[in-house]
């Protein structure tokens, strides 16, 4: 069953954000466990975003929680947040395209 993590964050500094996406997955290519991403914008809310990271399995997102670049990763955006992220972790029950 695919799994998903849903960070939900406050930041005046996406723009640092996806620059240090965009060198995160440079760095990390041929060896994330991950397969998709998707950052959203609060449209009612100023600077608020949410992040969902989609994992083949849980067991697969429990193994990225242990590497390093995972560590520094979470590190990063913890240091741009104007408060704490909040994660949620959500098992993937259906996926369709419309």
């Known amino acids: 069953m695919k799994f998903a993590q849903m960070i939900e964050f406050r930041s005046s500094r996406i ?49 990225n929680s242990d590497r390093p670049a995972t560590g520094e990763f979470a590190s990063f955006l913890a240091a741009i947040c104007d408060e704490r992220p909040t994660f949620r972790n959500l098992d993937v029950l259906r996926e369709v395209e419309l």
Do not use: C, N
């Open 15 to 63: 723009a640092e954000f996806d620059q240090y996406l965009d060198a995160w997955m440079a760095k990390t290519e041929g060896d994330r466990i991950p397969h998709r991403a998707v950052l959203t914008r609060d449209r009612d809310a100023e600077d608020e975003y949410m992040l969902m990271v989609v994992f083949a399995s849980h067991d697969q997102a429990m193994e």
